[in-house]
């Protein structure tokens, strides 16, 4: 951040299992060039809306495709407003 960032998203919004995954896929496929161009931290945000009740679970293969990332995770959930 001292000298700038990037940000991207998913260009879909997958659900469960799958979101983890494609979402790893995803930063996989940039974190070469981001290191080329001179990066040296990454952190990756999950953000989470829920209504009722919010519960995650990653198997073996979405916590492997995250540490082979090398980077931070940051999750984040929170309530969404019901009237959206």
């Known amino acids: 951040m001292p000298y700038g960032h990037a940000e991207m998203s998913l ?5 469960g299992e799958r979101g983890i995954i ?23 945000w999950v953000v989470r809306e829920y209504h ?10 979405e916590l492997e495709l995250l540490a082979s990332l090398g980077c931070t995770l940051c999750y984040s959930a929170y309530q969404a407003d019901t009237s959206d």
């Open 22 to 44: 494609a979402m790893c896929e995803h930063a996989r496929k940039w974190l070469s060039s981001l290191k080329l161009a001179g990066a040296t931290e990454f952190t990756l």
């Open 52 to 61: 009722e009740q919010c519960n995650e679970e990653l198997g073996h293969r």
């Open 11 to 15: 260009p879909s919004q997958p659900d």
